[in-house]
């Protein structure tokens, strides 16, 4: 079995799924027909197009997870650009149903997920990867379940944006999305050559935010671990900074910016450029 130690203590995101959505439902039910088309940060994509793409999370998860659905069958060797073109696809069909399909839709299908979540063991290794934790590696389920839920929870925010409804950024549901998102530090950071010890401690400001810290042993990167106190770069940022910077929403250095470094430049900047999507 791989050992996952290195991406840091679990976390269950499984109670966190009706939360979101209640919040979603009530958001996408106050939109009137001009919200629906309104641009939003990802390219091409409109209010209507990110709802329909939450839609398809939602059927992937039921089929190919619950059922075990083989769908359609992507190339690892070029898995982002494979992706993209499925969820174009998906997304061009779906801007041919109604926004209140849309939201029954959403609401029928996704407590059937919440009982498929709740089902599952999480301690164990999976046979999905996270991509931008360890490519091509079974990833352990409360990891993949974890990405599910900021996948779910970052696009909310993209339409909370677009309509300029801020919301669904209680601690409870932002800390996790923070949390999972920096478990991609070690993998961002895997080209970088330092001594044994060295650290770079990640302190999140806000309500939603805490610290985090990744260190350096003799093979590789991982998270906590046992840094020099001599050898901690650290970088205070704001939570709404993290989860935006890591889903490319910003640049690195806009987020250079608005982020206070102290100690190894080089170190923080290689830290912000963090990616916790597929791209």
Not at 19 to 47: I, M, Y
Not at 95 to 110: E, W, Y
Not at 226 to 245: C, K, N, Y
């Amino acid at each position: 079995m791989a050992d996952w130690s290195w991406a840091g203590p679990m976390i269950d995101t499984r109670p966190l799924f009706p939360a979101e959505r209640r919040r979603l439902l009530g958001a996408l039910g106050s939109l009137d027909h001009a919200d629906w088309q309104r641009p939003t940060v990802c390219p091409g994509w409109s209010v209507h197009d990110i709802a329909g793409h939450l839609l398809h999370d939602y059927l992937r998860g039921l089929s190919g997870g619950r059922d075990g659905h083989p769908g359609v069958w992507l190339p690892c060797e070029d898995l982002p650009r494979a992706l993209a073109q499925v969820n174009e696809q998906f997304v061009a069909q779906a801007r041919g149903l109604s926004p209140a399909v849309l939201i029954d839709l959403l609401a029928h299908l996704g407590p059937q997920l919440d009982v498929y979540w709740a089902g599952l063991d999480l301690d164990v290794i999976g046979s999905i990867d996270v991509w931008w934790a360890a490519p091509d590696v079974p990833a352990p389920v409360w990891l993949h379940v974890a990405r599910e839920y900021t996948e779910c929870w970052v696009h909310q925010q993209q339409i909370r944006d677009a309509v300029g409804r801020p919301g669904a950024d209680e601690p409870e549901l932002m800390h996790p999305v923070i949390d999972t998102f920096l478990r991609a530090l070690p993998r961002t950071l895997r080209d970088v050559q330092a001594a044994p010890g060295t650290a770079l401690r990640m302190v999140v400001e806000g309500v939603a935010g805490g610290t985090w810290t990744v260190s350096r042993d003799e093979a590789a990167w991982s998270m906590g671990g046992d840094p020099d106190p001599e050898r901690i770069t650290s970088l205070e940022i704001g939570a709404d900074t993290v989860w935006r910077l890591a889903t490319g929403g910003i640049s690195a250095e806009a987020a250079r910016a608005v982020t206070r470094l102290h100690g190894d430049e080089a170190l923080g900047r290689a830290a912000l450029a963090i990616v916790a999507i597929i791209r």
